[in-house]
């Protein structure tokens, strides 16, 4: 069973740079039953959807975060990455990352989440 689980800092000041890691286990994340989703969700607010790296390391991004969005990975370290850059306050939000299982078209995996506020 994959697992999944996010790092980075907790803190950033308005115009900084996110950065976070999800380091996946149970799995390869070049196995291509699963693509690996970037999530947000803001404080009272719903689940939004970032972007997504397929096994093959193609990359899809939300099409209103996109110019701000890279979302890479690192095959020896069996990780994902996402960076969001010139973050404000609106950016704040509990961050996931998902495993996207490619033949049932579900969510098949979450992290626990990674809290990130921004504030100067």
């Known amino acids: 069973q994959v697992q999944l689980q996010e790092s980075g800092p907790g803190l950033l000041k308005p115009s900084q740079t996110l950065s976070l890691r999800c380091t996946v286990s149970?799995?390869?994340?070049?196995?291509?039953?699963?693509?690996w989703s970037w999530i947000r969700q803001p404080p009272g607010k719903g689940l939004e959807w970032l972007g997504v790296?397929?096994?093959?390391?193609?990359?899809y991004y939300s099409p209103s975060l996109q110019d701000r969005t890279t979302i890479s990975r690192d095959t020896s370290k069996n990780q994902v990455s996402l960076q969001l850059s010139s973050v404000t306050p609106l950016d704040t939000a509990v961050y996931f990352c998902s495993a996207y299982g490619t033949l049932e078209n579900a969510l098949k995996a979450w992290g626990q989440g990674t809290l990130v506020t921004v504030s100067s």
């Open positions: 790296i397929t096994s093959d390391g193609t990359t």
């Open positions: 149970g799995d390869s994340i070049t196995n291509n039953y699963y693509a």
